[in-house]
């Protein structure tokens, strides 16, 4: 499993705001204590639980968003290759911009951990593996790209409409182009919603076959949280579907049923 479009996945929405209305006023698009809980699955079985969470903190004596989104494992898939993920993005809640990154890794024997740091004012990132980096300006990292995207406005975009996003993932640029379906109605286990469609670019290659194997699903109301999230590899189908909920800031309005 490629994690690292999993975690793509579980943030890269927000990224969106940095092609329209990034000049507007920051006003977070959740609550402090709001918790999405996700259950990835091939067909009937379940391979694996994650969770997005964003509370308040302080870093450097100043407050901030401390946003943490969590993979792992479950069940089968738990016996065969076990996975840990942990992503962490402290974010200026003035801007919504990550000033701090943690990536902590645990899949299979393989450990990885590192930490990044954004300098707004020169551009620059900093990896306390890899050291200094010139990057894009308003850069971010998969976490706070997420919640960034949360503040699109869904009234301006087209079908077809193409977003070219710049994330910094695992000490490299990585740029995620994402195109705009549309609407559609969405069954889940939670209910009917109805959802806007955003496909990210994939890289056709020992993953994916295509690229247009990646689907996402944003709820339709002021919320617009991901609901489910598809990928079509050469090994199978995998979605990963949201099944709990809490703390959100507006109600769930796109709920038919």
């Not at 579980?10 to 920051?26: D, E, I, R, S, W």
């Not at 968003?65 to 993979?71: G, I, L, N, Q, S």
């Amino acid at each position: 499993m490629k994690m690292k479009w999993l975690a793509a996945a579980c943030v890269f929405l927000l990224n969106l705001q940095t092609g329209k209305g990034q000049n507007n006023p920051y006003t977070p698009p959740f609550l402090v204590g709001e918790k999405l809980t996700y259950l990835l699955h091939y067909g009937i079985l379940n391979g694996g639980r994650g969770t997005l969470e964003v509370n308040k903190s302080t870093l450097d004596g100043k407050a901030i968003y401390h946003a943490v989104a969590r993979a792992n494992t479950i069940g089968l898939a738990d016996k065969l290759y076990k996975v840990e993920d942990v992503y962490e993005s402290f974010m200026d809640p003035l801007t919504g911009l990550p000033v701090k990154a943690i990536r902590n890794i645990r899949e299979g024997r393989y450990q990885y951990y590192n930490e990044t740091f954004f300098n707004r004012d020169s551009n620059r990132v900093y990896s306390q593996l890899s050291g200094y980096h010139d990057t894009p300006e308003g850069i971010i990292d998969m976490v706070s790209a997420l919640y960034y995207l949360r503040l699109v406005d869904r009234n301006q975009l087209a079908i077809g409409d193409k977003i070219d996003l710049i994330t910094y993932f695992a000490d490299e640029i990585y740029p995620l182009p994402v195109r705009y379906r549309g609407m559609e109605t969405l069954k889940t286990r939670l209910g009917t919603f109805r959802c806007h469609v955003f496909a990210p670019v994939t890289e056709p290659g020992r993953v994916f076959k295509t690229e247009d194997d990646m689907l996402m699903w944003f709820t339709d109301d002021d919320n617009f949280i991901p609901i489910r999230i598809q990928f079509d590899m050469w090994v199978g189908s995998m979605k990963v579907d949201l099944v709990e909920y809490s703390g959100l800031k507006y109600p769930l309005s796109s709920r038919l049923d």
